[in-house]
Structures are given as C-alpha cells and as structure tokens.
C-alpha cells in the first residue's frame, strides 16, 4: 500500500491511506494515511451504518489538510458501535500470528530498507500496478 502511495504520489496523483492496523500503517509509510480503531476488514465502519461511514468518510478527506508531512497517520476518533469489547473478544481467538504494537513489522530486511529510505529503485525496472513504462 506504501510503496503504490508513494509511486501515484511522485506521479502526482494525492493519495491518502485508511487503515486499521497502525503497525502496518507506521512500516509502510505512505504519504498520507488514516487510523481507525476498528475490526480488521471494517476500516470505513459497519455496513449497515451509512452515517457513521459518511462521518469516517468526511474526516479522512479533511485529512488531506492537515497531513502535509509525509509518513504522518492521523488517528480517527470513532468508536467501534457494535461490541465495545470487540478487542477482548479478537484477542480471545485463536490467532497464531505476531503480538501487535505500535513498532513497524516487515516481511524482510529489503521490505524494512525500501519503506524507511522511500528507495523505489527496484521499481525501476517498470511496474505493472503503477503503469510505469
């Protein structure tokens, strides 16, 4: 998500991320990016509250004012409406994967190298998703 952020921004074209993970927001680095303490997978909010994505929606877009530091997330402040112990109950399943906190995680040491230097030099070679030549 980083990496095409950083590739539409150098292109010219604003991006602005949301995410419900802030470890990945904070390893990928893209220019802009949004947080939301939600369930994974619900980042604009219930389907079957309209208002509420449409108040998610209004302060993301806000985002983009103030946001003018590249690598800065913005944390919304919403609550997630529909079990407020949501946390406890993830946390209770059987999930087998790392411990989540506030410190970037990276597939490899090349991943953790291009998300904190920006170097797209990899990409260089021409990139399908960016329709790069």
Known sequence: MGLIARQAEAAGIPTLCMGSALDILKAVRPPRAVFLDFPLGHTAGPADRPELQRAIMIETLEAFASLTRPGRVKSLDFDWPLDPDWKISAAMASDQRTVRDESPQYQNEAD???????????????????ARP
């Open 112 to 130: 953790r190298r291009r998300a904190e230097t920006g170097d797209l030099s990899a990409l260089d070679r021409g990139c399908e998703i960016c």
